[in-house]
Structure formats: structure tokens, C-alpha cells
């Protein structure tokens, strides 16, 4: 493609996110069923949910540039999905396991509102106010989702995560 404007900038990044939430969507099913905490379940299903319609919001704004949503894999979200995935496959006490996986998750979070906020930002300058309002409102959509996830771990998950017995028999307030 190029980079010779801000404009071609702002479709490849575009594009990285189309490719993100792609790869989250396909992520998030296998996600769901490997938490044994509900309410952390609940979070990630109404997640995927939310996922789907921010999809359905990229492709509007490429289809506006006349230009193919689908591109290449971003590499930056596969790595962090692939740590989520070696979560998934590890043994251990199941709450543990959940307490590690919100973590992996807030890393793909907090990715998510970096680069949201960054397309948000070209779309201001190139003056593209409806593209600017569809990515903001995901953007908050994926700090609302960060912030519940937040929530999920320091009331639930983490206390239970620091009730169970370590290894060599120890709780932590050994």
C-alpha cells in the first residue's frame, strides 16, 4: 500500500484493527469456556458481543475509503493471544489459571484503547468526524471492558487466586 499521507496511515491502522478484532472474536469462544469463574464468563461473552459490532463498525468506515477490510495478521495481537492461549493449556487450580488469564486480557485491552485512540486521533486531523465517533465510542467500549475486568479480578477472582494453598504448602500469609 504505502504510507505517503496521514490518510494512508490511517487505513493500515485501520486494517491492524479490523485484523485485532478478527483474531479476538475468534479467540473469545475458546476463552469463554476455559474460566471457571461465572462472572468472568458473563464479562467475556458480552464482550464477544460487543467485538462483533466493532467489526461491523471498521468495516463501515474502510468501506468509506473504498478500501478491502481484510489484510494481513496483526502480529503484536497474536503474540498477546498466543500468551492467552498457553494460559488456557496450563494445569493448575482453576482460579489461579482465571487470575492469570484477566491479566492477559487486560494486556489486549489496554492494546485495543492504544490503538483505538491513536485511529481516533487521525481521524480528527483528516476531519472524518463519523469515523471519529464510531471509534470512540469503542474506545470506550474497551475502557468499560477493561474497567469490568478490573472489577472481576480485585473482587473476586484474585482473592480467591491468593486463598489457595502454593505449591510447597504454603498460603500467602505464611
Known amino acids: 500500500m504505502g504510507l505517503f499521507s496521514l490518510e494512508d496511515l490511517f487505513v493500515s491502522e485501520l486494517r491492524d484493527l479490523y485484523s485485532v478484532e478478527k483474531q479476538i472474536a475468534n479467540a473469545l469462544p475458546r476463552l469463554v469456556k476455559a474460566v471457571s469463574s461465572s462472572d468472568l464468563r458473563d464479562g467475556l461473552h458480552e464482550h464477544l458481543e460487543q467485538t462483533r459490532e466493532q467489526i461491523t463498525r471498521l468495516e463501515r468506515i474502510l468501506e468509506r475509503f473504498g478500501r478491502p477490510s481484510e489484510d494481513e495478521q496483526c502480529k503484536g495481537m497474536k503474540g498477546l493471544l498466543?500468551?492467552?492461549?498457553?494460559?488456557?493449556?496450563?494445569?493448575?487450580?482453576?482460579?489461579?489459571?482465571?487470575?492469570?488469564?484477566?491479566?492477559?486480557?487486560?494486556?489486549?485491552?489496554?492494546?485495543?484503547?492504544?490503538?483505538?485512540?491513536?485511529v481516533r486521533a487521525f481521524a480528527d486531523r483528516l476531519g472524518q468526524q463519523e469515523a471519529a465517533a464510531l471509534l470512540e465510542?469503542?474506545?470506550?467500549?474497551?475502557?468499560?471492558?477493561?474497567?469490568?475486568?478490573?472489577?472481576?479480578?480485585?473482587?473476586?477472582?484474585?482473592?480467591?487466586?491468593?486463598?489457595?494453598?502454593?505449591?510447597?504448602?504454603?498460603t500467602p500469609e505464611s
Do not use: C, P, W
Not at 477472582?157 to 491468593?162: F, H, L
Open 82 to 118: 498466543e500468551e492467552v492461549e498457553e494460559l488456557m493449556s496450563e494445569r493448575g487450580e482453576n482460579v489461579v489459571i482465571d487470575a492469570g488469564l484477566i491479566a492477559a486480557i487486560q494486556k489486549v485491552e489496554h492494546y485495543e484503547i492504544a490503538a483505538y485512540g491513536t
Open 137 to 170: 465510542e469503542t474506545l470506550e467500549e474497551e475502557k468499560e471492558a477493561d474497567q469490568i475486568f478490573s472489577e472481576i479480578a480485585m473482587a473476586i477472582v484474585n482473592e480467591e487466586a491468593a486463598a489457595v494453598t502454593n505449591s510447597v504448602g504454603r
